[in-house]
């Protein structure tokens, strides 16, 4: 079976499904959102393919339903989190010397069982405990994840085909891409399960093990992960379920002299602090760990006094309010010419009047609620701000409601002082910050937007005058590092549009490309000599 040149499916990106009345899939997703809703689910820690009931617990109810309880999920603790170091450890030696086609199988086995087999659970699960709609769970939980999956397997294979140009007479060079020396800890966030499967898979795909944090808002739809990663085949041990404390699962992992890197998601706050403990750290570990980590952002959208107003309009109300705004790319602050200011305002207002808000299970609504109590107090304590702030003026939405569910209208606020802190800040909710500008001041503004705040994730500027779109495209060069034309600053696609930002924002390793996977590997050079030299001399020092 070794003895082959394998060659994996070349990679397409998963057809996204429309869930039109009547459909095959709408039946069936509706059919899963009523089972899931129905059903009390207890999840536990995950530790070398063992389910591990801690009692220290956790409820679980949908964001935009209180009543409606999921379940809960048990919480580990020190003892557990060095339990599940010990058991990635001894499953490291036999995952990392599996020959790479057959975990390659695994993967690509994963990808298949959430394509066919799991599509509806996973979709109705991301919807239930996240709330996102049938379109926003559709293009995470099945589609980005597949395309991960599918595309990191084709990456690996190119990785490890990437050797040496050259050979000496009598040499044969060689590369080996091994796993890293130690475990990986995968961090994931609350608001893509694509990027919470991917987190802990890309690693593990690359012959690494794997310690997984979940957010505490979605411990959910992992557990159905879990199982789907059992079926397919994947060892006991290779990835270890742990829901945790930050404090818990930092005093454990940082401190471990087997940690080995971290693939995480965000707050750039909490980055730092992470990149800070490992610098303290450093004499511990055996080798330098890998840190790789896409965090805040405060992302923009430039318009010209060139732009399609109808695509402008549509582009800041889809980037800013889609998923309730709880997108790290999500467009946040906006710079609209002072020539565009009524007509963009009065075009905004009647799109954000076609949003109808409330349950994901309302095929209907465009938005359901904000992910949990923490997340809203945060949110509408910018919107309060603002509400009394005498330098900006709400202008759209502003209301919120917690009665049945963690609920904020789309909000627009405009003000002239860039300085503004809903302007500056991270929100991560549906609040777009709107300024406008003197059209002769285009590029003064453009080298404002560069400066405008410590992060550089995605940005957009629309324009149909070429010359605009060029002198953006090099003053905003270092600003995003996602960079839209025309478009929302949302939405990248695997394979398409390799994502990660710099600045505050990350270290820019690109989820969706061999640029992430290629920080999971150690590589070893092998150079074999076939008959080596048995004097010590060289040709100049023969007698004259």
């Not at 075009?347 to 409330?358: D, Q």
């Not at 309302?362 to 945060?378: G, L, Q």
């Not at 702030?389 to 003000?415: H, L, M, N, Q, R």
Request: neutral net charge; charged residues 20%.
């Amino acid at each position: 079976m070794n003895n082959g040149v394998f060659n994996v499916p070349f990679p397409q990106n998963e057809p996204v499904f429309e869930y039109r009345e009547g459909s095959k899939e709408k039946k069936e997703l509706k059919a899963a959102l009523k089972e899931l809703s129905e059903k009390y689910t207890e999840v536990p820690v995950i530790i070398g393919g063992k389910e591990i009931k801690t009692g220290n617990t956790v409820e679980i109810t949908a964001p935009f339903d209180h009543s409606i309880r999921l379940g809960k999920y048990h919480k580990a603790g020190q003892p557990e989190i060095q339990q599940a170091i010990d058991a990635a450890m001894a499953a490291r030696e036999a995952w990392g010397k599996m020959p790479w086609f057959h975990r390659a199988g695994i993967f690509l086995k994963i990808a298949e069982l959430i394509s066919t087999k799991y599509r509806a659970q996973m979709n109705a699960a991301t919807m239930l405990s996240i709330g996102k709609t049938a379109v926003q769970a559709e293009i995470d939980s099945a589609c980005e994840l597949i395309d991960f999956l599918r595309f990191n397997v084709y990456f690996m294979q190119q990785i490890y085909a990437e050797q040496p140009l050259h050979n000496s007479k009598g040499v044969w060079n060689s590369l080996q891409y091994r796993p890293l020396e130690g475990f990986i800890l995968a961090v994931t966030p609350f608001n893509f399960t694509a990027i919470s499967g991917n987190l802990p898979l890309a690693p593990a795909m690359m012959g690494n093990v794997v310690l997984w944090k979940p957010s505490g808002d979605a411990a959910y739809v992992p557990n159905l992960l879990m199982k789907i990663f059992k079926e397919a085949g994947l060892p006991d041990g290779v990835v270890n379920y742990v829901p945790s404390d930050a404090k818990d699962i930092s005093a454990a992992t940082f401190s471990s002299p087997d940690f080995g890197g971290i693939h995480f998601t965000g707050s750039t706050g909490v980055f730092k602090n992470i990149w800070e403990t490992i610098g303290k750290n450093i004499y511990t570990y055996k080798s330098y760990p890998r840190i790789v980590g896409e965090t805040g952002g405060k992302d923009f959208i430039f318009a010209h006094k060139s732009a399609d107003l109808d695509a402008l309009a549509v582009a800041s109300v889809r980037g800013a309010f889609e998923y309730q705004g709880q997108k790290c790319s999500a467009a946040s602050r906006a710079y609209v010419p002072m020539s565009m200011k009524d007509a963009y305002l009065k075009r905004v207002k009647e799109l954000v009047g076609e949003i109808k808000m409330g349950s994901p299970m309302d095929f209907r609504n465009f938005m359901t609620a904000v992910v949990s109590k923490r997340a809203y107090k945060s949110i509408i304590a910018y919107i309060d701000y603002a509400k009394q702030a005498t330098d900006a003026e709400i202008v759209i939405g502003g209301g919120y409601d917690e009665s049945k569910g963690w609920f904020i209208e789309p909000t627009v606020i405009t003000t002239q002082n860039l300085e503004f802190k809903t302007f500056r800040e991270e929100i991560f909710g549906p609040v777009l910050t709107v300024t406008f500008y003197e059209d002769e001041k285009y590029e003064e503004y453009l080298k404002l937007c560069n400066s405008g705040n410590e992060y550089a994730l995605t940005g957009s500027i629309f324009a149909r005058c070429r010359d605009a779109i060029i002198t953006a495209f090099e003053l905003l060069e270092d600003a995003a590092g996602n960079f839209y034309i025309n478009d929302k600053p949302t939405g990248a696609v695997v394979g398409q549009q390799p994502f990660g930002g710099g600045r505050g924002s990350g270290t820019n390793d690109k989820a969706g490309s061999y640029l992430n996977l290629i920080r999971w590997v150690n590589t070893r050079t092998v150079k074999e000599t076939f008959v080596p030299p048995l004097a010590i001399g060289y040709p100049h020092m023969e007698a004259e």
